[in-house]
C-alpha cells in the first residue's frame, strides 16, 4: 500500500511563497512519474505540474507556469513544489498523485493517477 502526505501549505500574502512537499511511503516509487493538482471551492480538480522518474522532464499548468516549480528526491520518496508569486487565484487544495505510469514521459491526465494524498489548504490573501 503506498502513503502520500503533503505538508508546507499555509495562509500567505499576494507575491508570497511557499515550498510544498509529498512525503510517500511504501513499495518503490522512485520509478514512478508524480504530480501536483489543486482543487479550489466549486471547481474541478486541475492539473498543476508533474515529473517523471528521474526529473528529467516537467510539465506545468498554463496559469502557474513559470511560478511553480515541481522537483524530487528519490532518496527521500519526497516531491516538492515550489511555488512563487502567490496570487489570491492560487487559493485551493493542493493534491499530490504517484502516477500508475513511468519512463521518460510525465503525465497531466487524472486517470493517469492511482495513489493520492490527503491534501494541503494553500491560502493567498489579497
Known amino acids: 500500500q503506498v502513503q502520500l502526505v503533503e505538508s508546507g501549505g499555509g495562509l500567505v500574502q499576494a507575491g508570497g511563497s511557499l515550498r510544498l512537499s509529498c512525503a510517500a511511503s511504501g513499495r518503490t516509487l522512485n520509478v514512478f512519474s508524480w504530480g501536483w493538482f489543486r482543487q479550489a471551492p466549486g471547481k474541478e480538480r486541475e492539473f498543476v505540474a508533474c515529473?517523471?522518474?528521474?526529473?528529467?522532464?516537467?510539465s506545468y499548468g498554463e496559469t502557474v507556469k513559470g511560478r511553480f516549480t515541481i522537483s524530487r528526491d528519490n532518496a527521500k520518496n519526497t516531491v516538492y513544489l515550489q511555488i512563487n508569486s502567490l496570487k489570491p487565484e492560487d487559493t485551493a487544495v493542493y493534491y499530490c498523485?504517484?502516477?500508475?505510469?513511468?519512463?521518460?514521459?510525465?503525465?497531466?491526465?487524472?486517470?493517469?493517477?492511482?495513489?493520492w494524498g490527503q491534501g494541503t489548504q494553500v491560502t493567498v490573501s489579497s
Open positions: 515529473i517523471n522518474w528521474n526529473g528529467a522532464t516537467t
Open positions: 498523485a504517484k502516477s500508475r505510469m513511468y519512463g521518460s514521459m510525465c503525465y497531466r491526465a487524472i486517470e493517469d493517477y492511482e495513489y
